[in-house]
Structure formats: C-alpha cells, structure tokens
C-alpha cells in the first residue's frame, strides 16, 4: 500500500511532473493497478501525458482487458497547473511527507545509478537535481552513516553541476546540506570530502554576495588544509572573492603569506621593493635565453606542481595589487614573468605574459613589444583551450593593449568577447573590471552619450547581481558624468543632483581602496572643472589623482588624464591669474606639460587614429600660450581633420 494514500498524492510528491515506473515502486502496485488509478484524474483533467500520442492510450482500462503494461508505453505524466499540483502535495499529512520524499529519493537514485553503472561515459543529467532534493529534505530520517556519507557526496556532485551552471544560490544549498549532513554521520571523518564541500560552499557563497559567510568558510579551510598545494587552491579562490568584496589590500597580504610557502617573498619596504624590481628585471634577459616574444608559445610545460601552485598565486595577486596596491603591482608581475620564462608555461602564464605587456606599453614605453606579447599569450590560452582565462586575456588586451596601436573602436568587439567569455566561465572578477571600462571606452570613442548612459545599465545591472558595490558606484560615477555632460545635473557641469549621493560613491570607493574608481572619480573632476573653465579647480583634481594613476595603467583613461593635465596647464600659463603665480610653480606647470606632450606625441606616433588629434590638440594649446596664434590655428585645424578622419565626436568638442 502506498506510504501516502492514493497516487496521485504520492505523484505529487515526486513532483511536477512523474513517470508510471517511479510512482509503482513507491506506491509498491503494479503498473496495471496505477494506470487503473490514473484514469479518473487522467480524465477530469488533473495530471495530462507528456506525449500526445500516449493521450488516449492512457485512458484504457488495462486492469480489466488482461493486457501487458511496459511502464514506458504512456510515457510520464505531469500536473495540469501548479494549482493542481500543490493541492493534491497537501492531501499528504507533514508527517508523512518526509518519509514518501525518502522512499521517492531512494528508489530515483537507485535507477540513476543502475543505468551510470551500464553507461560509464554518461554525465550527470538533471534528475540528480530532483534526487538530491527528495533527500534533503527527509534527511533528518537518514540514520545509517554510510548513507549519510553518500548524500553529503551527492550534495557535492550536485553543487558542482549547480555552480558550473552559473546556479550560485542553489550550488550553496548544495553544498550547506552536505556539510549539515556529514557533520551527523557516526562514520570516521571523511576529510577530504568536507574539504571539497567546504571549498563550493565558500566559492558559492561569496558570488551570492554572503562575504562574511564565505570567509569564515576559508578560515574552516586554512586549519584544516591537508597540504600546501591544497591551501594554495583554497586560496586563489578567496583572492577572487577578496576582489568581488573590495578587499584589494588584505588580498595583497594574503597572497604574500600564502607565497611564502612557495619560496617567494614580496617585501614590504620601499628601499627593499626597489632592489628586489631591479634584480628582476635583470633576470629577464638571462630567462629570455636569446628567444624571440613568439618562440615561448613552444616552451615547455610546468610539471613542478609547487611551480605551478605560485604561477597562479601570483596571477590572482595582480588585481588586487593593481587596484589596491600599485606600488606592489610591478614586483608580482615581474616576478611572475620570471616564473614562466624559467620553468616554462601553465594556463595561468598567458596572464603573466598579456600583464608584463601591459608594462611594457605604460611603463617601459615600448608599445610593439607590448602588443607582441598580448597576442602571443591569447594564441597560447588557444593551445591550451582554456576558457577560465580567455575573458580575463580578451579584457587585457582590449583594455590595456590594442588601442595603444590600433584605432580605440576596434576595442569594443574585443571588450564584447571578453565580457561573453567571461560569462561563460563564470570569471566574475574580470568581468567586473569590463562593466565598468566599455563605459568608459565607448565615452572615449565618442559614441552618442545618451546611448552610453542607456548601455551602462547593463553593466550596472551585473554589478549588483554579483554585488561588486565597488565596481556598482564606479560605475554610477560614470553615469552621472554622462548626465553632466548632457546637462542633466542640477548645476551644468557637475555631479550634483537630489537623487545622486555622490560624497556616498567616493567614500565607499575609498574605503575598499578601489583604486579604478577613485582615479575615475578624480579624472572626472578634472575634465568637468576644465570644460567649465575653474582651471584652479581642475588642478586640484590633477593633485588629487596624481597618487592613483598606477591603478588605471595603460588605460584609456590613463592617456585621457595626461591630455586634460596637458590643456589644464597649458591654460593656467596662458590665463592672466597665472601669470601671478610663482616662478617655480609656472616651471612646474611648464616641465608637466612638456611631459605630457611627449607622451601624447609617442602614443600619436604608435597609433594616430587614436591620439593623433588628442596629440594636435596639446601642441595648439602651447603654441598659443606661447604666443605663436598663425601656428596653433594651424594645428586646430589639423586636429579637427584628425578627428573627423578617425570619426572622434569628443575630440572635435575638444576643439
């Protein structure tokens, strides 16, 4: 006799939608008796066939006809509505429930199993979902430990399928549940499977935005780590999560602890950083060995798993020192430089390669060389067809490379791809970096504002969803500047608006020493104060952004800030206030402009579709502070060329 009472009531339980073999071997009746008791609620509409051409069929009364019944010929059935459903789930008492749920669990995985064990090859498929559901939530009644222990690693295999589905809420139920129910198991300790569950549970939890949970997950994981290389794993993982949740600097502290179980020490002290960059960079030549940029996509594999360990503790080190600490950023790129052209490659050394290119643009100055190495490294994360970094090598690229020697528009496919890969590998972190660059890149490009302002909804809508609230106000910071810009503001020109807390978005991007934002924030009061014509005030955002500028390297932005410094001390020499400031003040003005144009004339050079009119634009501002008003008028014009040939509108407004 069914534990429930009629079947349709246990078919309820089973869920929306059942099939005649489950329901007979939990009502334990035969199929002939079932499809006998189907008939009534077949035919008032209840529960329909999922095959049409078994409608009919199910309506015969076997029971009576003498006729053989295969549990396949009428297919499975489900309810007609929720409504239905959920009325006929409460004619079963809650006394009951848990016990027709475990019965039902028992007997889905005992068949799940029976056909994985015929077909080895076969994956997991989605009925493990229902399986692992019917048991936790009858699993205070499971009382054997060995069956405990088995659903504590079905609660695994399900986290993981849930997690590789981008399902983060549910892979953390998964995940919580496996670890509730092993801890009750009267069995030894299994724990190399509460390190696994441990490990989804604290991944989960942190890209469901639960930060507090997550890391005390990882502190569970730290004391309890079998060996180095296993703690190395647990935290790389927390390093994405110390990213997501803010937390830059205490990421940068992390890795160096965890770095220096792997012989690598990254000092603290200014004078011993310095010396360590300089006795790296001289042991790049030696790693090189004479070989050419693309010879290294034949290097050697790493076997060295402890090599390995440090490539990709490294890797997710440089976020966090690149946002959150740029004075840290040069040694962890180096030295993971040195790492791969040493010891040979790792999926993980593509970063290594596409962020030494990143140096070699912003800082070393030698921009085909840069370029050289993004695309050596994107053609080796293709050899190892490695999806988990594809975004984050696409984001580098697009963000920090190509532009520097191609026109700024060819970035937006690259940026598109990067955030789709992203996505696809789940890389929350790279493709939070991306939500709040495209905005910022399609404003450089000139793109209608109104378009960039609807378009950065997108992106600010991933942000809350993987609650990045860094990442969320950079990204409202922009999105007011846009509104600025098309006088949107209660004040043209500024960030003021009833609606828009904009002391709240900066203190809140300090705080998390998002050093992105804080640039962008101070970049945005630059321009703002210059289109007004306050060029005290634009100074006084050139000071404020000055210590921050190692946090936007090699971006666009980067380039953006040295060419409105460039116009703003240009026209602080040439206004009459000026004229009163002191001698050394106006030198100082006076040698910055110089650098920057050098910097604008070398970026011109490189990639004249980009910064060509930027480029004509500065040299027209100090010809006429200069006095030299035939020539500036002459390289306006030019810049205005330069601008309609490569279709820049801002650079046009610039003029």
């Known amino acids: 006799m069914s534990p429930a009472g009629s079947p349709i009531r246990v078919a309820a339980s089973i869920g929306h939608e059942f099939d005649l073999q489950t329901l007979a071997g939990i009502c334990d009746r035969s199929l002939a008796e079932l499809t006998s008791a189907l008939r009534e609620p077949l035919r008032e509409g209840m529960v329909v066939p999922l095959q049409a051409e078994h409608h009919y069929a199910a309506l015969l009364d076997v029971s009576e006809s003498g006729l053989d019944v295969d549990a396949d010929a009428h297919g499975g059935y489900r309810f007609l509505h929720d409504r239905v459903h959920a009325a006929a789930h409460s004619l079963i008492s809650e006394s009951q429930r848990a016990a027709v749920r475990l019965r039902i669990g028992r007997l889905m995985l005992s068949r799940y199993e029976a056909e994985r064990h015929e077909n080895p090859g076969r994956g997991e498929d989605p009925r493990l979902f229902d399986i692992v559901n019917h048991l936790n939530q009858s699993r205070h009644l499971i009382t054997a430990a060995d069956e405990q222990v088995a659903l504590a690693r079905l609660n695994r295999r399900a986290g993981e399928r849930a997690r590789a589905g981008a399902a983060f809420f549910n892979a953390a139920d998964y995940y919580r549940s496996g670890l509730e129910v092993l801890s009750r198991a009267d069995a030894p300790a299994d724990k190399a499977l509460q390190f696994q569950l441990l490990?989804?549970?604290?991944?989960?939890?942190?890209?469901?935005?639960?930060?507090?949970?997550?890391?005390?997950?990882?502190?569970?994981?730290?004391?309890?780590?079998?060996?180095?290389?296993?703690?190395?794993?647990?935290?790389?993982?927390?390093?994405?999560?110390?990213?997501?949740?803010?937390?830059?600097?205490?990421?940068?502290?992390?890795?160096?602890?965890?770095?220096?179980?792997?012989?690598?020490?990254?000092?603290?002290?200014?004078?011993?950083?310095?010396?360590?960059?300089?006795?790296?960079?001289?042991?790049?030549?030696?790693?090189?060995?004479?070989?050419?940029?693309?010879?290294?996509?034949?290097?050697?594999?790493?076997?060295?798993?402890?090599?390995?360990?440090?490539?990709?503790?490294?890797?997710?080190?440089?976020?966090?020192?690149?946002?959150?600490?740029?004075?840290?950023?040069?040694?962890?790129?180096?030295?993971?430089?040195?790492?791969?052209?040493?010891?040979?490659?790792?999926?993980?050394?593509?970063?290594?390669?596409?962020?030494?290119?990143?140096?070699?643009?912003?800082?070393?100055?030698?921009?085909?060389?840069?370029?050289?190495?993004?695309?050596?490294?994107?053609?080796?994360?293709?050899?190892?067809?490695?999806?988990?970094?594809?975004?984050?090598?696409?984001?580098?690229?697009?963000?920090?490379?190509?532009?520097?020697?191609?026109?700024?528009?060819?970035?937006?496919?690259?940026?598109?791809?990067?955030?789709?890969?992203?996505?696809?590998?789940?890389?929350?972190?790279?493709?939070?970096?991306?939500?709040?660059?495209?905005?910022?890149?399609?404003?450089?490009?000139?793109?209608?504002?109104?378009?960039?302002?609807?378009?950065?909804?997108?992106?600010?809508?991933?942000?809350?969803?993987?609650?990045?609230?860094?990442?969320?106000?950079?990204?409202?910071?922009?999105?007011?500047?846009?509104?600025?810009?098309?006088?949107?503001?209660?004040?043209?020109?500024?960030?003021?608006?009833?609606?828009?807390?904009?002391?709240?978005?900066?203190?809140?991007?300090?705080?998390?020493?998002?050093?992105?934002?804080?640039?962008?924030?101070?970049?945005?009061d630059l321009i703002l104060a210059y289109f007004r014509g306050e060029l005290e005030v634009a100074r006084r955002a050139i000071e404020a952004a000055e210590p921050h500028l190692g946090a936007v390297m090699a971006t666009p932005s980067e380039a953006t800030f040295h060419f409105f410094r460039a116009l703003t001390y240009a026209g602080s020499l040439a206004e009459k206030s000026g004229a009163e400031r002191s001698a050394a003040e106006r030198e100082a003005w006076q040698k910055t402009l110089e650098t920057d144009f050098k910097k604008l004339e070398r970026w011109a050079a490189a990639s004249p579709e980009t910064f060509a009119a930027k480029h004509l634009i500065v040299r027209a501002e100090a010809k006429r502070w200069r006095g030299e008003l035939l020539e500036a008028l002459s390289d306006y014009d030019a810049a205005i060329d330069a601008a309609q040939a490569s279709d820049f509108q801002i650079g046009r407004a610039h003029v």
């Open 199 to 524: 490990l989804g549970a604290a991944e989960s939890e942190s890209l469901c935005g639960e930060f507090e949970l997550a890391e005390s997950y990882f502190e569970r994981i730290e004391a309890m780590a079998p060996g180095e290389l296993e703690l190395a794993h647990a935290v790389n993982l927390r390093l994405k999560l110390y990213q997501v949740a803010g937390s830059h600097r205490e990421g940068v502290g992390l890795a160096e602890r965890t770095l220096r179980l792997f012989d690598i020490t990254l000092p603290r002290d200014a004078a011993d950083v310095a010396q360590a960059i300089a006795a790296e960079l001289a042991d790049i030549e030696k790693n090189f060995a004479g070989r050419e940029i693309e010879a290294l996509l034949d290097a050697p594999q790493v076997q060295d798993p402890r090599v390995r360990a440090a490539i990709e503790l490294l890797v997710n080190a440089v976020p966090c020192a690149y946002i959150g600490q740029p004075e840290a950023f040069p040694l962890i790129a180096l030295k993971l430089l040195n790492l791969s052209l040493r010891h040979g490659n790792t999926p993980a050394s593509c970063v290594a390669y596409s962020v030494y290119g990143l140096m070699l643009v912003s800082v070393f100055g030698d921009i085909s060389a840069g370029y050289r190495f993004s695309e050596m490294s994107m053609r080796l994360n293709e050899r190892f067809q490695d999806i988990s970094l594809r975004g984050a090598l696409l984001h580098l690229h697009g963000n920090h490379i190509n532009f520097w020697t191609r026109h700024i528009r060819t970035d937006l496919p690259i940026l598109e791809r990067a955030f789709m890969a992203c996505w696809e590998a789940g890389d929350s972190v790279y493709a939070s970096y991306l939500a709040f660059q495209t905005p910022w890149q399609l404003f450089e490009i000139g793109e209608k504002l109104d378009d960039v302002l609807d378009g950065s909804e997108r992106f600010a809508g991933f942000s809350r969803q993987t609650h990045n609230d860094a990442v969320f106000d950079t990204i409202r910071l922009e999105q007011q500047f846009l509104r600025a810009l098309l006088g949107q503001t209660a004040r043209p020109l500024t960030l003021e608006h009833p609606e828009f807390d904009e002391q709240q978005c900066r203190d809140y991007l300090a705080q998390a020493h998002f050093g992105c934002g804080v640039a962008l924030g101070h970049f945005i």
